[in-house]
Structures are given as structure tokens and as C-alpha cells.
């Protein structure tokens, strides 16, 4: 596996592949199950698998948890390498922002002039919490499309709302990327895997699994028959609500794919859910076909 710190040896391994297909991993590092599925899947349906290792700080405002994000190249390194990826990116910000690009401004320095946003998508859900985040991350995005040229990209359900996004930005912008989204995968126990985990004490890991037993019960309502959005929100938080540690920030039922309001149950719906468990914010979704709507 070749390891590169510039975007000029991306180019060149690029390159060399010549017309055999690229599919393309982007990730924050700190590997677990999930990247290592849609790794998995990015090698099996092309010819050659590129991983991005980047901490993008343009996603993160200025009180969330840049600095403490957990790193650990070298066992990145071996868990890419043992999966069979055959170019690992992992620049630093000098190469991704650099110096000489960044604007000098009275409010503070930016990391560069140029942000892409996704209107719309960007503002509801991760976004009314996180407003500058979507914009971070289809820039650092574009950026790495622009530098990979994949064929296919992989992103995953867990994230459901980024994933959106980028189809959208790859849409608006004709952009010739195939985005492929990989199923969440879970702890035995049902909690999304998440890099972010390792932020939570035994007791918080325990309580943390509510995130996915709520989204459950949800899933069984509306199988039940339930069709009322206000009735399967309120099941959501009542039963995030159950476990002390859980500190709400949002619990969601809206269209998957507008990601706005629904008041009566139809067609394909995401349900959304978003929660502290002392330091660490988790997020979680399923997406539920219901009969009998358009798209069911
Ligand atoms: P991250 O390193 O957290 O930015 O994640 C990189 C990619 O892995 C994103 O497309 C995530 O949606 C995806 N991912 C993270 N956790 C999971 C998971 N539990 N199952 C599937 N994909 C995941």
C-alpha cells in the first residue's frame, strides 16, 4: 500500500492506474468496522481502492472537538493495508488549506476563500446544531473528488445526511462520481460504530445503545400502523429521554429524501436521532419504507 502526503503523488498514482476504475474512501481516520465495509465494498467493485485519512477542521466550529479527535496512524495504516486499500492519502493541512491561500481578515484567519454550500440540506437536522459543518464538509470534499478523481465513492448510512448531500453536490455540479452509501454497521449490542465512541465511560457506553433501541421501537410503530410524524418524534425522545446520561439535541421523523417535515407517514422517511452522552455527540438513523406512499 502506498502511502502519500502530497496531492502531487495522488495525481500520479491517478495517473498510472490510467483507465483502470477508482473508488474512493474518504474518512477522519481512526478506523473501525464501518470504514473498514466501505472499504471492503470499494474493493470489490473497483479495480483499485484509494483511502483519504483527514481531519478536515473547515467541518469543525471552533468548540467542538478538533483537537481531542482521536488519531492513531500506524494502526490506520496496518487496518487499510490489511483490507487490501492500495493508496492511503493522509496530508496534513499545510497541503490540504495552504498557508499562502488562507485569507488574512479582521474576524480571524479562514482556511480559504473558496466553500462550496448545499442550500437547503445544510440547515436541518446535523445542521440547525452544526450550521457551518455541511459547508466544511462538501468542500473538503469537492477538494478530495478533485484530487482522486474516483469513479465511485463510498459513504455511510450512518451519516445518512452527508451522504445526501454529497449526491446532491455531485448532481448540481456534474460531477462523474458514482456515490454509493454502505449500511451502518453496529456493535453487537446495537450502537452505530463510530470513532467517537471511545469518548464515552462504561456507564455512558452502556446507555448510549438507547440511540438505536428508540430508533427500533420507532421502526415497530410505523410497522404497526402508526402514521402520525408527532407520534413516532414523541416515541423517539421518550425513549431517549429514559437513560440518564442521554441529553437530547434532536430526534427527527421526516421524507428522506428532502429531509423536510412530513406530517403524515409516507414514502421513504428518515428517522433521525442525535444525542450527548457526556463528551462524546452521537448520531443515529434508520430509514423506513412505509406502505402505501409514493417511493414505497
Ligand atoms: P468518519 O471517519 O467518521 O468521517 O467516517 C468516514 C466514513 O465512514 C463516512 O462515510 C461515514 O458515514 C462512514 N461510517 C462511519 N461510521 C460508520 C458505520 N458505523 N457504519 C458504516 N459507515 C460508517
Request: glycine share 6%; no cysteine; net charge negative.
Amino acid at each position: 500500500m502506498i502511502v502519500a502526503r502530497t496531492i502531487a503523488e495522488v495525481r500520479s498514482f491517478r495517473r498510472e492506474v490510467g483507465a483502470a476504475s477508482v473508488g474512493f474512501v474518504p474518512t477522519m481516520g481512526y478506523f473501525h468496522e464501518g470504514h473498514l465495509e466501505l472499504m471492503r465494498r470499494s474493493r470489490a467493485e473497483n479495480e483499485r481502492t484509494v483511502v483519504s485519512l483527514y481531519v478536515n477542521p473547515l467541518q469543525f466550529a471552533p468548540h467542538e472537538d478538533l483537537a481531542a479527535y482521536p488519531r492513531d496512524f500506524e494502526r490506520d495504516r496496518s487496518l487499510a493495508e490489511g483490507v487490501g486499500v492500495d493508496l492511503l492519502f493522509a496530508p496534513d493541512d499545510d497541503e490540504m488549506y495552504p498557508p499562502a491561500l488562507r485569507p488574512k481578515e479582521a474576524a480571524g484567519e479562514r482556511l480559504q476563500a473558496t466553500v462550496v454550500r448545499v442550500e437547503g440540506l445544510n440547515s436541518v437536522l446535523e445542521g440547525r446544531s452544526r450550521p457551518t459543518h455541511f459547508d466544511g464538509v462538501a468542500t473538503v470534499v469537492l477538494k478530495l473528488f478533485h484530487i482522486v478523481s474516483p469513479d465511485r465513492a463510498y459513504f455511510g448510512q450512518k451519516d445518512y445526511q452527508q451522504a445526501l448531500l454529497v449526491r446532491r453536490m455531485v448532481a448540481d455540479l456534474d460531477l462523474p462520481v458514482d456515490v454509493r452509501v454502505v449500511p451502518t454497521v453496529r456493535e453487537p449490542d446495537g450502537l452505530a460504530m463510530s470513532s467517537r465512541n471511545v469518548y464515552l465511560t462504561p456507564e455512558e457506553r452502556a446507555q448510549a445503545t438507547v440511540l438505536h433501541r428508540a430508533l427500533r421501537s420507532a421502526v415497530a410503530a410505523i410497522a404497526a400502523g402508526e402514521r402520525d410524524a408527532a407520534a413516532v418524534a414523541r416515541l423517539l425522545r421518550e425513549t431517549i429521554a429514559s437513560e440518564p446520561l442521554a441529553r437530547l439535541d434532536y430526534a427527527e421523523v421526516v421524507d428522506a429524501e428532502t429531509l423536510s417535515p412530513l406530517p403524515r407517514l409516507a414514502g421513504r422517511v428518515l428517522l433521525a436521532v442525535a444525542a450527548r452522552f457526556g463528551r462524546a455527540r452521537l448520531i443515529d438513523n434508520e430509514v423506513v419504507a412505509v406502505p402505501g406512499g409514493p417511493g414505497a
